[in-house]
């Protein structure tokens, strides 16, 4: 019975050994993430169209300003001071909603195109730079010239 068991603790610890070889044996790159966010030509045009409609914004704030000012009437005042509230506040939620989108789906096209360029130089793994201490291929520079 002893035996027994001790042929199965060996052929445990070497189906184990074996495992942790193998696992060890992938390959690894590892990604600067927000270099390549910052490289990204979708990110720069998000970021410039976001300052625009960020702009229309304050011109519509101006404006609503200089409207309401010219009311003399307290009751109209107030009226108009509530629909330029209620347009600000849609308008702002429509940018925000807009913005997210795009933003997930350039998190998308990014996340795919290190998985693409991983694939294609045989890395098994990817991981972020930020969480490695030591080791692995750094593959950035290939990704920012992808999405440039």
Same mark, same amino acid.
């Given at each position: 019975?002893?035996?027994?068991? +001790?042929?199965?603790?060996?052929?445990? $610890? !070497?189906?184990?050994?074996?495992? %942790?070889?193998?696992?060890? $044996?992938?390959?690894?790159?590892?990604? @600067?993430?927000?270099?390549?966010?910052?490289? &990204?030509?979708? !990110?720069?045009?998000?970021? =410039?169209?976001?300052?625009?409609?960020?702009?229309?914004?304050?011109?519509?704030?101006?404006?609503?300003? =200089? @409207?309401?000012?010219?009311?003399?009437?307290?009751?109209?005042?107030?009226? $108009?001071?509530?629909?330029?509230? =209620?347009?600000?506040?849609?308008?702002?939620?429509?940018? *925000?909603? *807009?913005?997210?989108? /795009?933003?997930?789906?350039?998190?998308? &096209?990014? &996340?795919?195109?290190?998985?693409?360029?991983?694939? $294609?130089?045989? %890395? @098994?793994?990817?991981? &972020?730079? +930020?969480?490695?201490?030591? +080791?692995?291929? @750094?593959?950035?520079?290939?990704?920012?010239?992808?999405? /440039?």
């Amino acid at each position: 019975m002893k035996k027994n068991f +001790g042929l199965f603790a060996l052929t445990c $610890a !070497v189906i184990g050994a074996l495992s %942790f070889n193998t696992a060890m $044996a992938q390959t690894i790159a590892i990604v @600067d993430v927000p270099q390549v966010v910052n490289a &990204s030509k979708q !990110v720069q045009a998000l970021k =410039k169209e976001q300052q625009a409609k960020a702009d229309e914004i304050v011109k519509f704030i101006e404006n609503a300003r =200089k @409207d309401v000012a010219a009311i003399t009437d307290a009751n109209k005042k107030k009226a $108009a001071e509530e629909k330029y509230t =209620k347009e600000l506040q849609a308008k702002k939620e429509k940018m *925000d909603k *807009d913005y997210a989108d /795009k933003l997930k789906a350039i998190d998308a &096209s990014i &996340s795919k195109q290190i998985e693409t360029q991983a694939k $294609a130089q045989g %890395f @098994d793994v990817v991981l &972020s730079k +930020g969480i490695v201490l030591y +080791g692995g291929k @750094d593959i950035t520079a290939d990704i920012i010239k992808i999405v /440039k």
